[in-house]
């Protein structure tokens, strides 16, 4: 080699000094990658775990939401089954005068007693509805309202007034607590 080839002291310096700097940086960036591989999978395990119990508790939640719908339509099914059962109740006594209506009706020959023993069956009975939440509609006079009526036929207006209103009431209509179970069936006045 000749002289100008050769390096000086300070150029080998800077080499020996570049070599010395570079190897511990490559040891400690495995050092450090070894840390954070083992920091890495500590944390994997973490989150394996977590996940495994939100399935846990995923299926546990699902488990039971299906328990509750079951057992909530069971309930409705027998509630159903059942619903009528207090009306039915409070309505035994009616049919028990009905029965000794006939009876009577049978074994005497006169039709006052038993005209006046059907009045009071049917005070009776409208009064146990009444309590229960039944409530007829008023309709002859009233303003037809095909919300609430249900026109059967038209018959000219037996004066000024009565046109558009019910003249006459075929079939009475029916609330219930505020609910209309049954429209009136009418007759309106054209």
Same mark, same amino acid.
């Not at 080699?1 to 390096?7: L, R, Y």
């Not at 057992?71 to 409705?76: D, I, P, Q, V, Y």
């Not at 026109?151 to 207006?157: D, G, H, Q, S």
């Given at each position: 080699?000749? %002289?100008?080839?050769?390096?000086t002291t300070e150029e080998t310096k800077e080499q020996v000094t570049i070599k010395v700097e570079k190897k511990p940086k490559k040891k400690r960036a495995l050092r450090g990658n070894a840390k954070k591989v083992a920091e890495l999978e500590e944390l994997k395990t @973490?989150?394996?775990?977590?996940v495994g119990e939100l399935k846990d508790k995923f299926i546990r939640q699902t488990a039971e939401f299906d328990n +509750?719908?079951? #057992?909530?339509? $069971? @309930?409705?099914? *027998?509630l159903f089954k059942n619903a009528a059962q207090e009306t039915i109740g409070s309505l035994l006594p009616?049919?028990?005068d009905f029965d000794r209506a006939i009876q009577a009706?049978?074994? *005497?020959?006169?039709? @006052?007693?038993?005209s006046e023993g059907m009045k009071m069956i049917y005070n009776r009975l409208k009064t146990t509805l009444g309590q229960k939440g039944l409530k007829a509609m008023e309709t002859t006079g009233e303003t037809f309202d095909p919300e609430l009526h249900e026109?059967?036929?038209?018959?000219?207006?037996p004066s000024e007034e009565m046109k558009g209103k019910i003249i006459d009431t075929i079939? %009475?209509? +029916?609330?219930?607590?505020? %609910?209309?179970? $049954?429209?009136? #069936?009418?007759?309106?006045? %054209?």
């Open positions: 080699m000749s %002289k100008k080839e050769q390096p @973490e989150l394996e775990q977590e +509750y719908k079951k #057992r909530t339509a $069971r @309930e409705r099914v *027998d009616v049919l028990d009706g049978e074994s *005497d020959d006169t039709i @006052e007693p038993v026109a059967l036929t038209e018959i000219p207006a079939e %009475k209509g +029916y609330y219930l607590n505020d %609910k209309i179970i $049954r429209y009136a #069936r009418v007759v309106v006045g %054209k």
